[in-house]
C-alpha cells in the first residue's frame, strides 16, 4: 500500500519554465513533508520541507505548496535549468518525534529539463 | 562531517552467499534508517533504529534479512542467504531531532548489490 504517490514516472520541460512536481499523501497522520533530489550514482539529497502548519515554503527557485485537505504537496521550481534534471522523490513523516518517526518515499519523478 | 558513510560501494556475490552492508551515521544522529531502492518499488524503508533501538522492522523482507546497531556510529544489514531477487541498491540515512521535533535525513551513497 503506497502511502506517499507520485503518478507521473516523468516529466520533460523547458530550460527557463516552470517544473511542477505532484505527490499525494493518503496517512492523515503525516505531517512533515520533504523533497529529495537523486542523480544517477548518488545518494539522495534532501531539497526542502514543509510541514503542515504552513501550506508554503520557498527556498530560492524552489517552492513546495501543501494542501492539506486534498492531501496533496507540489515542488514548483522557477526558472528550471538543465543541472535541475534529476529524480525526485516526495517524502513524508511525522513532525514531532516519538511513535512512527519513519520517513515514507513515493516512486520518485524523473525531471529532464531541455536546454 | 564526512556524512553518512556506507561500504562496500559495490558487491557482486553469487547466489546462497551472506552478505554485510556497513553504515556509519552522522555522528550525533539518533535515527538511522536502511532503504532499498529498485525500480519496481522505489525506495522502500527496510528498518529503522532510534538511539540504536530497532523500531520498525516492517519493511525487513524476509527472514533472510536481518540489521543490527551495535553502537551510535555503526549499523549492519545482512542478508543470508543472498538471492537474485535482492539486487538492488541500498542505502543507509541518518537524522537527528531537535528536541521533540523531526528533521530530515542525510544519506549515504549507497551500495549497488548484484546477485548472480
Known amino acids: 500500500d503506497q502511502q506517499v504517490k507520485q503518478n507521473s514516472p516523468s516529466l520533460s520541460v523547458q530550460e527557463g519554465r516552470i517544473s511542477i512536481l505532484n505527490c499525494d499523501y493518503t496517512?492523515?497522520?503525516?505531517?512533515?513533508f520533504l523533497w529529495y533530489k537523486k542523480y544517477p550514482a548518488e545518494g539522495p539529497t534532501f531539497l526542502i520541507s514543509?510541514?503542515?502548519?504552513?501550506d508554503k515554503n520557498e527556498d530560492g527557485r524552489f517552492t513546495v505548496f501543501l494542501n492539506k485537505s486534498a492531501k496533496h504537496l507540489s515542488l514548483h521550481i522557477v526558472p528550471s535549468q538543465p543541472g535541475d534534471s534529476a529524480v525526485y522523490f516526495c517524502?513524508?513523516?511525522?513532525?514531532?518525534?516519538?511513535?512512527?518517526?519513519?520517513?515514507?518515499f513515493g516512486k520518485g519523478i524523473t525531471l529532464s529539463v531541455r536546454p | 562531517d564526512a556524512g553518512v558513510i556506507q561500504s562496500p560501494r559495490h558487491e557482486v556475490t553469487e547466489m546462497g552467499q551472506e552478505v554485510t552492508l556497513r553504515c556509519k551515521p552522522i555522528?550525533?544522529?539518533?535515527?538511522l534508517f536502511w532503504y532499498r531502492q529498485t525500480m519496481m518499488r522505489g525506495l522502500e524503508l527496510l528498518i529503522y533504529?532510534?538511539?540504536?533501538?530497532?523500531?520498525?522492522d516492517s519493511g525487513m523482507p524476509e527472514d533472510r534479512f536481518s540489521a543490527k546497531m551495535p553502537n551510535a556510529s555503526f549499523s549492519t544489514l545482512k542478508i543470508q542467504p543472498s538471492e537474485p531477487r535482492d539486487s538492488a541498491v541500498y542505502f543507509c540515512?541518518?537524522?537527528?531531532?531537535?528536541?521533540?521535533?523531526?528533521?530530515?535525513?542525510?544519506f549515504g551513497q549507497g551500495t549497488r548489490l548484484t546477485v548472480v
Open positions: 517524502a513524508a513523516s511525522r513532525y514531532y518525534t516519538g511513535a512512527n518517526s519513519k520517513l515514507t
Open positions: 540515512a541518518s537524522r537527528h531531532s531537535w528536541g521533540i521535533l523531526n528533521t530530515e535525513a542525510f
Open positions: 555522528s550525533g544522529h539518533d535515527y
Open positions: 514543509i510541514s503542515s502548519i504552513k
Open positions: 533504529f532510534n538511539n540504536n533501538v530497532p523500531i520498525d
Open positions: 496517512n492523515s497522520m503525516f505531517d512533515y
